[in-house]
């Protein structure tokens, strides 16, 4: 049942055939890990995290960094020992096993998946409030940019369009084989970390900002409740998306110059960075427009993404409330009386959260494409096209569930459950770490985390901690979720597996090539 663990020593014979030139300093490290987190949770969360905390938002993007810092020391280990596709699903198949590993990597096509919708909605939010309404001064009705009532979308919602087109737009150009370059990428960052600089100097430095607004700091306490995804702590499991993408940082551990030194101080250094931005911005939003939650007949926050929620938000008392805007940070500085600079800024993100949906989509085929190489799932899901030289199956299968889920859901519980699947994977990344430790313990290692007896044990209780204060629906998503994938893996997974057929398939992520390897079949 658990014996199918993927040779360690075959993945490592690979990747040491093809060893990469360790180039990068901690300075690079840094920046790399900063332009890959900054980005979707700021530009589009930052609403369903006041309504769910109010200015306990602040609080709550130092609890998920916390979380995320002592996650990514243990993704930095593990990921320049195993420098390989896949991410936490290989590293669990070659430590844990198949049958692990097969959760993890059930659970990775869900989060991508899930989180590519969620930017799509966010996008779709600065698409029609910057670009259609206030330069195109064109007005979509409400039944086109919102999902249907029914899903807790906007008041008179039918179908989020611009959601679901930028989605199928994204993956048609995957298809094409169209990514996104350095160089693109480059400005990008630089777009999205000087619109969020002049948004903390216009708000910090504005006539409207008090500091009065953020009494009450807790209004909903600091622990909602577990399942109800209220409070510091139950923000805290939401903008924890705010934050994913340090693994980027993590799998360059082979390329960097001592990694010892430079990995935590990447990691930690573009971590930090982050979170003391995200607090700043999150206190000139709040300071200048006030981010008090609008409040049920219970005395409690009203459900982010709810319909009674949108109905508050439709009240004139509530029309420039922050919690009830889809494009937070532009519609504080117009506001507050900087249009200009905040539709500035509504176009950085109508610019930059593109390439966040490609990644995300990206990412989400390769975990597809390996598993279907694996042979657990359907080998014609790794199927490639003869012109484009892309996995077109499952690219096309995928963005056609993201687009449905973009176009139906409101991005705070596409976020939610999104974060669920990566909290699982985080864990199970730390419990890899611990396991190698013991069963493996004179294997090379670039990086290894400093007290990992206590770092790996608090990134595994950081993360059910934050899976526990999540909203009941997005916990309980994952374990059915879970339960469909245990059904895939008993009928048809386990028996068409290559491992269990005696054939171990290792694929270097950098070079591209396979090294075919036959071994006796584990009982």
């Keep these: 049942m658990f014996g199918r663990i993927k040779s360690l020593d075959a993945i490592l014979a690979t990747a040491q055939k093809k060893s990469l030139h360790r180039s990068l300093g901690w300075l690079q490290l840094t920046l790399l890990g900063i332009g890959c987190v900054i980005g979707t949770g700021i530009f589009v969360l930052t609403a369903v995290g006041a309504q769910k905390a109010g200015p306990g938002l602040m609080l709550a ?13 243990c993704y930095a280990e593990i990921a320049a020992m195993i420098p390989v596709a896949g991410s936490a699903y290989t590293y669990t198949y070659a430590t844990i096993g198949e049958f692990f590993a097969w959760t993890v990597g059930w659970a990775l096509i869900m989060e991508y998946a899930i989180a590519a919708a969620a930017v799509s909605v966010g996008w779709s939010g600065y698409f029609t409030g910057t670009i259609l309404d206030e330069y195109l001064g064109i007005h979509l009705p409400a039944s086109l940019i919102a999902g249907p009532l029914a899903l807790g979308g906007a008041e008179g919602g039918f179908i989020n369009l611009p959601a679901l087109v930028i989605a199928l737009l994204v993956s048609g150009l995957l298809i094409l084989g169209t990514s996104e370059s350095a160089k693109f990428n480059t400005v990008l960052v630089a777009i999205k970390v000087t619109a969020l600089t002049a948004f903390i100097a216009l708000t910090f430095t504005s006539p409207e900002w008090s500091a009065e607004k953020f009494n009450p700091f807790l209004p909903a306490g600091v622990f909602g409740g577990f399942g109800t995804g209220l409070g510091a702590v139950g923000a805290a499991a939401t903008m924890f998306f705010a934050y994913v993408g340090f693994d980027a940082v993590s799998t360059a551990a082979e390329e960097t110059k001592n990694p010892q030194r430079n990995v935590p101080i990447g990691l930690v250094g573009s971590l930090l960075f982050c979170t003391v931005f995200y607090i700043l911005v999150a206190a000139g939003a709040i300071g200048t427009l006030g981010g008090q939650p609008i409040m049920g007949g219970a005395g409690i926050p009203l459900e982010a993404g709810s319909a009674e929620l949108a109905r508050q ?24 009386g900087f249009s200009s600079v905040g539709n500035m800024l509504g176009v950085a993100a109508f610019l930059a959260l593109p390439s966040v949906i490609l990644v995300l989509i990206f990412g989400q085929t390769r975990i597809f494409f390996v598993m279907s190489r694996d042979g657990l799932l359907p080998e014609v899901l790794s199927t490639v096209h003869p012109r484009f030289k892309t996995p077109h199956v499952v690219t096309m299968i995928t963005g056609v569930a993201v687009a449905l889920g973009a176009a139906f859901f409101p991005v705070g519980q596409l976020a939610d459950i999104s974060n669920a699947g990566t909290l699982y994977a985080f864990l199970m990344v730390a419990v890899a770490v611990m396991m190698l430790r013991r069963t493996d313990p004179d294997r090379l290692r670039s990086f290894r985390v400093p007290a990992v007896w206590i770092v790996a044990p608090m990134t595994i209780f950081g993360c059910v901690f934050l899976f526990l204060n999540l909203p009941s629906s997005a916990m309980l998503f994952l374990p059915a979720w879970t339960l469909l994938g245990l059904v895939v893996y008993f009928l048809y997974s386990r028996s068409h597996s290559h491992l269990g057929r005696g054939i171990v398939e290792v694929v270097d992520d950098v070079v591209g090539e396979e090294t075919m390897m036959p071994i006796h079949p584990p009982q």
Excluded at 313 to 336: D, N
Aim: net charge negative; charged share 15%; hydrophobic share 60%.
């Design 61 to 73: 993007f130092a609890i998920a960094g916390a979380v995320c810092i002592v996650a990514a020391l």
């Design 313 to 336: 938000c439709a009240m004139p008392e509530h029309s420039e409330a922050l919690v009830c805007s889809k494009e937070a940070l532009a519609h504080v500085l117009r506001t507050i």
